[in-house]
């Protein structure tokens, strides 16, 4: 059974810096990505991440700001987020895929900028 289980995420003053953990198991994928969607906007994609640590992709909302990594020794996705605003408040989602589409997604954790 494939699970991704974010955590990390809280309350943060701008500024601040904030680490987000996805924890996954059950099977591997090719590409690990970060999502966030903030109330009233589409979700949108931050940063993705192939299995290999090859590849990675920012939205250029947060590039020079956001770094995400792939743990295979603990399986994990993080996003290490510096400088965080307050239009960065939104809930992230950690998601896998082998093919085309993300279709595999965690539960979201809340990330709340304060200004």
């Known amino acids: 059974q494939v699970q991704l289980v974010e955590s990390g995420g809280g309350l943060v003053q701008a500024g601040d810096s904030l680490r987000l953990s996805c924890a996954a198991s059950g099977r591997p994928f090719n590409t690990y990505g970060w999502f966030r969607q903030a109330p009233g906007r589409e979700r949108e994609i931050i940063a993705t991440?192939?299995?290999?640590?090859?590849?990675?992709v920012y939205a250029d909302s947060v590039n020079d700001r956001f770094t995400i990594s792939k743990d295979n020794v603990k399986n994990t996705v993080d996003l290490q987020m510096n400088s965080l605003k307050p239009e960065d408040t939104a809930v992230y989602y950690c998601?896998?895929?082998?093919?085309?589409?993300?279709?595999?997604w965690g539960q979201g954790t809340q990330v709340t900028v304060s200004s």
């Open positions: 991440i192939t299995w290999n640590n090859i590849s990675t």
């Open positions: 998601a896998a895929r082998s093919k085309a589409v993300f279709d595999y």
